[in-house]
């Protein structure tokens, strides 16, 4: 799943990853096409090979999120 967050007023630690998290927004099924997913792809530091290979559009679950809480250990 895909999150992004409203009008980008917040991000989300990016050692987060595994935690538990409770968000609060809005859910939808989105088409993402070729040309975002290769640039999602350049973003994240895939080859060109891999980027190369991206020739379909993806259907996913989307979320705009308007509050994030991230649970980690302490809290």
Same mark, same amino acid.
């Not at 007023?9 to 290769?38: K, N, W, Y």
């Not at 679950?61 to 308007?66: D, G, I, R, T």
């Given at each position: 799943?895909?999150? &992004? $967050?409203?009008?980008?007023?917040?991000?989300?630690?990016?050692?987060? !990853?595994? #935690? $538990?998290?409770?968000? /609060?927004?809005?859910?939808?099924?989105?088409? &993402?096409?070729?040309? &975002?997913?290769? !640039?999602?792809? /350049?973003?994240?530091?895939?080859? +060109?090979? /891999?980027?190369?290979?991206?020739?379909?559009?993806? /259907? +996913?679950?989307?979320? +705009? #999120? !308007?509050?994030?809480?991230?649970? &980690?250990?302490?809290?």
């Amino acid at each position: 799943m895909r999150v &992004t $967050f409203k009008d980008y007023g917040f991000f989300v630690p990016t050692d987060a !990853h595994g #935690a $538990f998290v409770v968000m /609060e927004g809005v859910g939808s099924i989105q088409t &993402t096409d070729v040309a &975002t997913l290769r !640039h999602y792809a /350049e973003d994240a530091g895939a080859s +060109e090979e /891999e980027i190369a290979k991206i020739t379909a559009d993806k /259907e +996913e679950l989307s979320f +705009e #999120a !308007h509050g994030v809480i991230v649970k &980690t250990a302490k809290s």
